[in-house]
């Protein structure tokens, strides 16, 4: 049979994900030091663990509401009054298979076929095949390392056409550790409204800033009513294996979003729902503790590549949230995924090429650090010894 002819042909050009290239090669090396995919090395805190073994135990293995659990969507709304935010649980709140099933349903709920997303570059992986696969025109607009990877008003207003429908902002990003000020993200607004975007802000990594107080996108005057929020437990609570997340925004986008969710997903996994309810119920009491400890392990291990990278000749700015450090290899004579193939072959170290998250990322590698500080040490140790071999 000739598939070719009777396969989804968007499906078929799609590019396949640069960061499962190099963790696919990895399972292949026992001794390999991974930092490529951007998953916390800290387990599950016990607390959360135990409620969904005590969900199960007590039978709680139905299916929920589409929406998800209601005492879930109330402790979500409660929390995102941290940044300002304001949404009903009934109406405005919808449960997911993680961040990335909310990120779909934004994109299939608002994006007609031929329309324009803008997003800046590089960004997290999926953005645009998933608009892509709902018929979008993708966008990518180039961010630098001497801006530290910010999106500019400017750059914003050059990218938009009548076509353009939606942007996608999100900050802090992967794979930079980029941020935006509250100052920055008000300054995009007067573009936003004036050409009447929708905007899709993908705020997982919320928790995870460093010296940095974070701002929502979807707090500032007059964004409220054009802005999907999508969020997750996967990074701040160590919990990506769980698969939850939700989506936040006006009823009147929320009631599209459902209504795709009902009939692909029913709802998220109940034992997730309640082991996410638990993260919630405890942190909103004790000041959210164990992310605490997370986080300041994580900015340990931040200033420590940061320094590192600089002194063997890899330069790199200073990222301010999530856990990742964007280093330059330029000064290799290499771009980002020659660099990486020739790290992981000689000093079985894996990273991942800048360029899997988007052309402005060519030169440059993501290196994850949520690993332990042995794990980096050594890492750093090889890739300053492969630098100074010149194995190139």
Known sequence: MNYKNRLNKTVQNLRPSGIRKFFDIVTQMPDALSLGVGEPDFVTPWDIRDAAVKSVRKGFTAYTSNRGLIELRKEIAEYLTRFSLSYCPNEEICITIGASEGIDLALRAIISPGDEVVMPDPSYVSYLPNVQLVGGVPVPVKTTAEQRFKLTPQALQAAITPRTKLLILPYPNNPTGAVM?????????????????LVLTDEIYADLTYGFQHTSAASLSGMRERTVYVSGFSKAFAMTGWRVGYVAGPKEIMDLIVKIHQYTIMCAPTVSQ???????????????????????????????????????????????????????????????????????????????????????????????????????????????????????
């Open 181 to 197: 000020t509250k100052s920055e993200l008000q300054a995009l607004v007067p573009v936003i409204i004036q050409n009447d975007l």
């Open 274 to 392: 309640y082991a996410a309810l638990a993260a919630l119920q405890n942190g909103q009491t004790d000041g959210f503790s164990a992310v605490k400890e997370m986080r300041e392990s994580y900015d340990s291990r931040r200033r420590f590549l940061v320094d590192a990278f600089n002194r063997i000749g890899l330069q790199c700015f200073e990222p301010q949230g999530a856990f990742y450090v964007f280093p330059s290899v330029a000064a290799s004579g290499l771009d980002g995924e020659a660099f990486a193939e020739k790290l992981l072959r000689q000093e079985k170290v894996a990273v991942v090429p800048g360029s899997a998250f988007g052309e402005s990322g060519k030169d440059f590698i993501r290196t994850c650090y949520a690993a332990s500080m042995d794990t980096l040490t050594e890492a750093v140790k090889r890739m300053e010894r492969f630098l100074k071999n010149g194995f190139f």
